[in-house]
């Protein structure tokens, strides 16, 4: 993988069986903050942007054409911290790029 440097987004990435892992452990904390159950939470694309741990943009698919993006923070491992939640886009299409917010 491509790195871009501390503070700088990675290329966009096809999601792996750890981001689906990543996307899952922040789904309550999405469903609670926007007051929806998804019952499809498929995790797409992601970018991670390397900080005092690191941030994961993730793009999930949340219905047939419905998405959202979300950005999780992973604090580093010796913190032993779950992911959290740090903001959100609802309304989102598959083609809007996956970018910093």
Avoid: C, W
Wanted: proline share 6%.
């Amino acid at each position: 993988m491509e790195t871009a440097g501390y503070g700088g987004l990675t290329p966009t990435e096809p999601a792996t069986p750890e981001v689906q892992k990543i996307a899952d452990q922040v789904k309550s904390q999405l469903e609670a903050k926007t007051d929806k159950t998804y019952t499809v939470f498929k995790a797409i694309i992601y970018r991670t942007q390397l900080v005092a741990g690191t941030n994961y943009f993730i793009k999930v698919q949340v219905g047939e054409n419905d998405y959202v993006h979300l950005r999780v923070f992973l604090s580093l491992p010796n913190e032993k911290k779950e992911p959290r939640l740090d903001g959100f886009q609802t309304n989102k299409t598959r083609d809007d790029p996956l970018i910093y917010f």
